[in-house]
């Protein structure tokens, strides 16, 4: 895709999340093969600006339109993230296993839920219904997992 076919995905889906027209986003595509997420997004609340970046060299997801709204919706979860941050921040003392844990946690947390998410939003209103796979497929089998574990008996 170019980049004006991705600009009318990312604006289709900005007014279906109802984030704009209160706030500003612009895409930028990442031409770098060092880079290794697919999407990402760049917050800035004060202005109510966004940027949503794009791998467009190697990315791991198939599917485009399902990174853009996985990364819009962090944008509409922002809050929420930066009100639990800041309590994990107050709470424990950083780099201590207590708060390595609440952190992990949290964005495991964070990332389902946006991912959950993603896949109601899309499979509801989606062009492309079709799940990325493209991380999965890079994991290791559950065979893999577990091959050289002892048996407890």
């Not at 639990?84 to 609440?102: G, H, Q």
Request: charged content about 30%.
């Amino acid at each position: 895709m170019d980049k004006n076919e991705l600009k009318l995905i990312v604006d289709k889906w900005s007014k279906k999340l109802r984030i704009t027209p209160n706030w500003d986003i612009v895409l930028e595509l990442v031409n770098d093969v060092n880079w290794s997420k697919t999407g990402d997004i760049k917050i800035d609340c004060t202005d109510q600006k966004a940027i949503l970046l794009l791998n467009t060299t190697c990315p791991k997801q198939e599917n485009i339109e399902e990174v853009i709204v996985h990364e819009l919706l962090h944008l509409k979860m922002y809050p929420l993230d930066q009100v639990t941050e800041s309590l994990i921040k107050s709470n424990f003392t950083c780099d201590t296993p207590e708060y390595r844990f609440a952190y992990s946690q949290f964005f495991t947390a964070l990332e389902q839920t946006v991912e959950e998410m993603t896949k109601c939003f899309l499979f509801e209103f989606g062009e492309n219904k079709e799940l990325s796979f493209g991380r999965c497929k890079l994991q290791k089998s559950f065979d893999e997992l577990y091959n050289n574990l002892q048996n407890l008996d």
